[in-house]
């Protein structure tokens, strides 16, 4: 007890909210799943148990810690794995707490294989980037060749795949050539192995198409096909390339670059190689088409040739008649000259007749004589013209050199300008002793040097 302190007396406190132990589980169960949203936990399985109920318990630990999991049996319906001690998972799980025991646990509701599920992150990260950069794009991929002369086959050679691509080939269509570039389809280096034999068909494009290859597996075993140097060796590549790996479920990043994707090897052979049955058989109906037509046509020809036959005759008897043919030509074509010879000179006589009636000789006789009246009016009338405009004009030359100043000097006057800009002088005032002037007469002109002026 602290010293200045008194007891408290059960009787003096207040009221008590007294928590019984199944209430306190379930408020603090409460607690924690409203305060974790759903989460994801990677760790290692360990004291795996599977009672009767069909459940799964075990332990998640990791180096420092562990906690307990369930895993109920409504949630196993998609697990794609085996469960045992030693596993390390990947889990979406809900925080949780046992009432019954008060043990503290998360509820699993899926897991995946922890290695798998990186893969898978990062398959999905790689599709996601490689679909915005447009290499899934359906502009981008090239039509499959119909009848391919060769096919490159780009696989493991020791692999059950080959052979079932080489039987499906065979039985469709053995005609077709194959070009095989083998390479590791699994484990280190493989997708550059790929990758490098996609670029050395690309160049050498002594391929129609190319069939990419490999069995089914697991993401682990299909990680070479997930590679980004593969799915850009596929995007780069100027031959059609169809990719059949794994199985019909598996989907891989190569599947979605190639150009055409098969559920399986055998699929890629199929589609690209046509069905020797059906080829045959359209061969079949070509040959009954043909055998057809030619029977047709020999018989159309030997119709013609039974007519020509009968048309056939005698080269004498056929001379006489073109003889006889000619002679009834002759005797039409003398008929035909006289009949057109006298129709011609009729019609040249009517001709003739029309050309005198419309003869212009009267016409060009009286226009004669009316040209005659007119051009002795004409001359008359310039002659007139010409007399009248003499003397008008003598009238005038005699009333301008009346005014013409030239007239005015002939009679002792004079006319006075300055030298430098020829002004005529009209005012003595304007003139100083010393100035120079030209005087011009009716014949010539002075250069005179003023002296003295004189005012009026």
């Known amino acids: ?4 302190m008194e007891p ?19 408020e603090a169960k409460v607690l924690l799943e409203g305060s974790f ?3 994801w936990i990677e760790g290692e399985i360990s004291n795996l148990s599977r009672p009767a109920s069909g459940h799964v318990y075990f332990t998640l630990k990791d180096a420092q810690a562990q906690v307990r999991c369930a895993f109920f049996r409504q949630h196993q319906r998609l697990l794609g794995i085996i469960l045992k001690d030693g596993l390390r998972i990947l889990a979406r799980a809900r925080v949780s707490l046992y009432e019954g025991r008060g043990d503290y646990q998360i509820i699993i509701e899926y897991m995946e294989d922890a290695g798998e599920g990186a893969l898978r992150r990062a398959f999905d990260a790689l599709k996601q980037r490689l679909l915005q950069e447009g290499l899934f794009d359906v502009a981008h991929k090239k039509p499959l060749p119909g009848l391919p002369r060769r096919l490159g086959i780009i696989t493991s050679p020791s692999g059950a795949v080959l052979h079932d691509i080489l039987t499906t080939l065979r039985r469709r269509f053995p005609g077709i050539a194959v070009l095989l570039y083998p390479v590791a389809v699994q484990g280190e280096n493989a997708a550059e192995k790929i990758a490098d034999a996609i670029r050395i068909a690309g160049k050498r494009e002594d391929c129609d198409a190319l069939i990419l290859a490999r069995g089914g597996g697991s993401l682990e075993d299909l990680q070479a096909f997930n590679e980004e140097i593969v799915a850009r060796a596929i995007y780069a590549c100027p031959i059609p390339i169809v990719c059949g790996v794994g199985h019909e479920t598996d989907f891989t990043i190569a599947d979605m670059v190639a ?14 190689s046509p069905d020797q049955q059906v080829w045959l058989a359209q061969f079949a109906r070509f040959e009954a088409r043909l055998f057809t037509g030619v ?5 159309s020809h030997q119709q013609h040739l039974d007519w020509l036959g009968a048309r056939l005759v005698h080269p004498r008897n056929y001379i006489a008649l073109l003889q006889q043919n000619l002679k009834t030509l002759v005797q039409r074509l003398y008929l035909a000259e006289k009949t057109i010879l006298r129709q011609a000179r009729s019609e040249m006589q009517t001709i003739i007749a029309r050309l005198h009636h419309q003869s212009p000789q009267p016409r060009l006789q009286a226009l004669t004589l009316n040209h005659r009246h007119l051009y002795a009016r004409l001359t008359t009338g310039m002659k007139r013209c010409l007399e009248l405009a003499d003397s008008r004009m003598r009238q005038l030359m005699q009333s301008l ?9 002939e009679r002792g006057y004079a006319i006075v300008q300055r030298p430098n800009n020829n002004a005529i002088v009209t005012d003595a005032r304007k003139i100083k002793s010393g100035d ?7 014949h010539g002109q002075l250069d005179c040097l003023v002296e003295k002026t004189h005012e009026d």
């Open 37 to 39: 949203p759903p989460i």
């Open 1 to 4: 007890m602290f010293q200045g």
């Open 401 to 409: 050199h009346t005014l013409s100043p030239l007239a005015t000097l």
């Open 295 to 299: 029977q047709g046509q020999l018989r």
């Open 436 to 442: 120079r002037v030209q005087a011009r007469l009716a």
């Open 259 to 272: 150009d055409a994707r098969a559920p399986t090897p055998t699929a890629a052979a199929e589609m690209l």
């Open 8 to 26: 408290i007396s059960p009787a003096t406190t207040p009221s008590r909210d007294v928590y019984t132990v199944s209430r306190l589980n379930r």
